[in-house]
């Protein structure tokens, strides 16, 4: 490929070098992909308006997350199985987030532990964390993510039931991955992905075998995961690991109105619009046309952020109009990670702040803080009109 200038040359390359099943397994949704396909889609139908004649000069796409300073309003979001994209993943995706000033947010279920990345990149970073049942699990997680001097934790509330995504099914999804005639056939096409896995050790989710009671091994894992998540999660569970952390907490996964203020309610310091890039309710709305209701619900009480379906920073200039105070991007940078390892991550944030930088000036502003609704044009229908019960 010649130039590398937007997400999706990223992610050409990126389906060229990493085997199949672990392509398949970021770029897919839930059952019929409705919300996957609509998280993108509906941002076609919002526009921009086209400003001139206005002074663009020393621009800034600067400003803060959680209170933290970041270069611009974009952290990666929390992606499982990462260094199964690229050998070390999480690793090298972290270091490309710290070099370019934003945060870096590591899975529960990542292949690099928390003390790998913590070890690797020396910076404060997010932790997800999943609501598993294993109350010793949980303090232990929390207590070795306190430890590694993380910044935050991100409660992942979406994900009690997993919705099912059929090409993982068809695949037989694992890591490490299952040798069958199919997937060997694969892996020998994708050289350079294998000989970077055959030179490091991290193959298997770090943060869970040899931590989890039980699971000493990769074989021990798909019991526990299947029986781990905790189905009976309420809100005042997630008051209680609010407590068990004590400190700042990013609660992900809301997408009604009322989610949002019990959120507020809980005294979180953000929460994350999101439907989980489509991969867990089919049939929800894109996560784009449940943010306005939502920031005007309880955007004055707490910091509304906002995922699913970023591809562009025109996506990114939206969100943030619509009134996000930031956004998480998932895809975007593992397609990145998959294409190139740390570069490729550099890569995919250059590209969406060159594009976010750009727009911004187009539409008239110099200050990405000072940009509200108004630069857009947006459907009156947009949100929707349904039927109360
Ligand atoms: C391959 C993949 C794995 C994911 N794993 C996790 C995870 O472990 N924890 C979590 O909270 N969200 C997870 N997510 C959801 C992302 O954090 C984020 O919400 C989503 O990717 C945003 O949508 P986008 O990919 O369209 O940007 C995952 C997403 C993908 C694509």
């Given at each position: 490929?010649?130039?590398?200038?937007?997400?999706?040359?990223?992610?050409?390359?990126?389906?060229?070098?990493?085997?199949?099943?672990?392509?398949?397994?970021?770029?897919?949704?839930?059952?019929?992909?409705?919300?996957?396909?609509?998280?993108?889609?509906?941002?076609?139908?919002?526009?921009?308006?086209?400003?001139?004649?206005?002074?663009?000069?020393?621009?800034?796409?600067?400003?803060?997350?959680?209170?933290?300073?970041?270069?611009?309003?974009?952290?990666?979001?929390?992606?499982?199985?990462?260094?199964?994209?690229?050998?070390?993943?999480?690793?090298?995706?972290?270091?490309?987030?710290?070099?370019?000033?934003?945060?870096?947010?590591?899975?529960?279920?990542?292949?690099?532990?928390?003390?790998?990345?913590?070890?690797?990149?020396?910076?404060?970073?997010?932790?997800?964390?999943?609501?598993?049942?294993?109350?010793?699990?949980?303090?232990?997680?929390?207590?070795?993510?306190?430890?590694?001097?993380?910044?935050?934790?991100?409660?992942?509330?979406?994900?009690?039931?997993?919705?099912?995504?059929?090409?993982?099914?068809?695949?037989?999804?694992?890591?490490?991955?299952?040798?069958?005639?199919?997937?060997?056939?694969?892996?020998?096409?994708?050289?350079?992905?294998?000989?970077?896995?055959?030179?490091?050790?991290?193959?298997?989710?770090?943060?869970v075998?040899?931590?989890a009671k039980g699971v000493?091994d990769p074989s021990s894992l798909s019991s526990w995961t299947a029986e781990a998540?905790?189905?009976?999660?309420?809100?005042?569970?997630?008051?209680?690991?609010?407590?068990?952390?004590?400190?700042?907490?990013?609660?992900?996964?809301?997408?009604?109105?009322?989610?949002?203020?019990?959120?507020?309610?809980?005294?979180?310091?953000?929460?994350?619009?999101?439907?989980?890039?489509?991969?867990?309710?089919?049939?929800?709305?894109?996560?784009?046309?449940?943010?306005?209701?939502?920031?005007?619900?309880?955007?004055?009480?707490?910091?509304?952020?906002?995922?699913?379906?970023?591809?562009?920073?025109?996506?990114?200039?939206?969100?943030?109009?619509?009134?996000?105070?930031?956004?998480?991007?998932?895809?975007?940078?593992?397609?990145?990670?998959?294409?190139?390892?740390?570069?490729?991550?550099?890569?995919?944030?250059?590209?969406?702040?060159?594009?976010?930088?750009?727009?911004?000036?187009?539409?008239?502003?110099?200050?990405?803080?000072?940009?509200?609704?108004?630069?857009?044009?947006?459907?009156?229908?947009?949100?929707?009109?349904?039927?109360?019960?």
């Amino acid at each position: 490929m010649s130039a590398i200038t937007c997400i999706d040359d990223l992610k050409r390359l990126y389906k060229r070098r990493v085997p199949k099943m672990f392509y398949d397994y970021a770029e897919t949704g839930s059952w019929t992909e409705q919300t996957f396909r609509e998280n993108t889609s509906d941002f076609d139908k919002i526009y921009f308006r086209q400003r001139v004649a206005v002074d663009m000069t020393n621009r800034t796409t600067a400003g803060q997350m959680i209170g933290q300073d970041v270069a611009m309003p974009v952290a990666l979001a929390p992606v499982g199985l990462t260094g199964m994209q690229h050998a070390d993943g999480e690793i090298l995706a972290a270091r490309a987030a710290k070099k370019f000033g934003v945060p870096f947010t590591l899975s529960t279920l990542s292949i690099c532990s928390i003390e790998d990345v913590a070890k690797a990149t020396k910076a404060p970073f997010w932790f997800q964390v999943y609501t598993l049942k294993d109350d010793d699990f949980m303090e232990r997680l929390m207590g070795r993510a306190r430890d590694a001097g993380c910044s935050a934790v991100v409660i992942t509330l979406d994900l009690q039931v997993q919705g099912q995504r059929h090409k993982d099914l068809k695949n037989g999804l694992s890591a490490p991955p299952k040798l069958t005639p199919a997937s060997i056939a694969n892996m020998a096409t994708k050289v350079g992905w294998g000989l970077k896995m055959l030179q490091t050790r991290r193959r298997t989710f770090g943060n869970v075998v040899g931590h989890a009671k039980g699971v000493t091994d990769p074989s021990s894992l798909s019991s526990w995961t299947a029986e781990a998540f905790d189905h009976a999660l309420d809100w005042n569970r997630v008051a209680e690991l609010m407590k068990m952390w004590g400190g700042k907490v990013i609660l992900k996964g809301i997408m009604d109105t009322e989610d949002a203020r019990r959120a507020a309610d809980l005294g979180a310091d953000a929460i994350v619009v999101s439907n989980h890039g489509g991969r867990q309710l089919d049939g929800a709305l894109s996560s784009i046309r449940a943010l306005p209701a939502i920031v005007d619900a309880v955007g004055d009480r707490i910091e509304v952020m906002f995922d699913s379906g970023i591809r562009t920073g025109q996506d990114i200039l939206k969100a943030r109009a619509l009134g996000a105070s930031g956004v998480m991007i998932g895809r975007s940078w593992v397609y990145g990670l998959g294409a190139m390892g740390q570069a490729g991550v550099t890569k995919s944030l250059e590209i969406l702040h060159k594009e976010l930088d750009t727009t911004m000036a187009l539409c008239g502003h110099r200050d990405l803080r000072e940009v509200g609704r108004d630069i857009l044009l947006v459907p009156e229908d947009f949100e929707g009109r349904w039927q109360r019960n």
